[in-house]
């Protein structure tokens, strides 16, 4: 794969992670844990605003690589 190409798919994997972001704020579910329903603290999601996990299951938060 080209630096080229691996950078659309990152960008494509982002713009997908904002887009489910953008549906969790419309559905008022984006403070909830995707699993367990638990807050998500809001320290954690101003440091990253596309987690979709609380702390409990942290191996589901594909996007703690971006902070």
Partial sequence: MTI???SVV?????????DVAMRRLADGTY??????????????LVDNPLLTTCVQHPQLNESDDHE
């Fill in 31 to 44: 403070q909830l844990c995707a699993v367990c329903q638990a807050p998500i603290d809001r320290e954690r």
């Fill in 10 to 18: 990152n960008i494509e994997a982002l713009l997908s992670e904002v």
């Fill in 4 to 6: 080229e190409n691996e």
